[in-house]
């Protein structure tokens, strides 16, 4: 038996014994957790809000892994190798998986939402073709990998051209992961928070030059049109996950703009129709998990070192830490960037 994390119920956290998982067996691997991130929507399941989570569960999606052991027919990975894992298990046999839309798959069971993760210390099993090795980089590294999968999902979708100008709402983790590609591209990008201390870190850490905070008087639109050179965003992805900056978002949209949300909310979102969407042509898309095959593309773009993310990771805590520890991070005051849980060093 060894060391575990549940959520337990809507702000509990428990620890308990998971036992190690047997042999794999035909297409399983065996692995061990080193790091996970904690992310958005593991602070949503413990809070409660998050739509498709059932207590109890042991959370953990963001993960840099050992292989222990892999079972028969195994080829992309083997013993000893270091991977980040695609927790997004889908159905083969749907239209959706068999479209090319694995990520979207209506079966689809993400490790540590729909079932359980990999906040543990004991070795568990997982399908071997949804890690993606990563030899060269550090568990640190790995575990960020499915963050920034999901933000490079998100610009793919936006799909930007030289030139254009693309906004990015929201400076937490899947924000940030977008400002990350867009940096590679040759656009002009600008970011939006409320957090002071957000917009300081994209233009210290990430050197974004174009940062805007939302006034309540609302001057920040003028803002937003001026560094644009009249013509707003030609991209807009919204990772707020919130009903109101998801409609508001409309009003820094160019002519025949691309709005993507990325970020998820409960709520029905109700706009007006003729004002923006209608009158600018707007296209509006959902960005849902990621591909396959973003993930050796991330890997080799960090390993390429195109990415540095030193910067990110902003706190630190032991899995026995969690229990008491996991609750400061639902408090923006907390000021955290990115928190990574050690689980076996």
């Not at 999902?153 to 977008?178: F, Y």
């Amino acid at each position: 038996m060894s060391y575990a994390i549940e959520f337990t119920d809507v702000k509990e956290i428990k620890a308990v014994d998971l036992p190690d998982a047997p042999t794999p067996g035909p297409g399983e691997a065996l692995v061990r957790t080193h790091r996970m991130g904690i992310c958005g929507t593991d602070l949503s399941c413990y809070l409660g809000k998050f739509p498709f989570f059932a207590y109890p569960r042991t959370p953990g999606h963001e993960l840099g892994l050992e292989v222990v052991a892999v079972g028969e027919g195994v080829t992309n990975v083997k013993a000893g190798d270091k991977c980040s894992l695609e927790p997004y298990v889908n159905d083969p046999e749907t239209i959706a998986s068999q479209r090319g839309h694995s990520n979207a798959c209506p079966n689809v069971q993400v490790i540590g939402v729909h079932k359980s993760g990999g906040l543990r210390k004991s070795d568990w099993i997982v399908p071997a073709h949804k890690l993606h090795p990563g030899n060269n980089l550090s568990y640190d590294e790995l575990a960020l990998v499915e963050t920034l999968a999901i933000g490079y999902h998100a610009v793919k979708r936006g799909n930007p051209q030289p030139g254009d100008t693309v906004m990015v709402i929201g400076a937490g983790p899947i924000g940030l992961a977008c400002l990350e590609f867009l940096k590679l591209m040759e656009v002009k990008t600008i970011v939006v928070d409320f957090a002071q201390n957000r917009l300081d870190f994209c233009r210290d850490k990430l050197g974004i030059e174009h940062q805007v905070q939302p006034q309540p008087d609302g001057s920040h639109v003028q803002t937003v049109e001026n560094i644009s050179g009249g013509g707003f965003c030609d991209v807009i992805i919204d990772a707020t996950g919130h009903a109101g900056s998801m409609v508001q978002c409309f009003e820094y949209a160019a002519v025949g703009g691309r709005v993507v949300y990325v970020g998820i909310t409960a709520q029905d979102i109700q706009f007006p129709q003729a004002p923006h969407f209608h009158r600018r042509e707007l296209s509006v898309m959902a960005s849902r998990n990621a591909h396959p095959a973003d993930f050796p593309e991330i890997i080799k773009i960090i390993e390429d070192g195109k990415i540095n993310l030193n910067n990110w990771i902003t706190h630190r805590l032991d899995i026995e830490e969690v229990p008491e520890g996991f609750d400061k991070f639902t408090d923006p005051k907390t000021g955290a960037i990115k928190a990574v849980i050690s689980v076996n060093d």
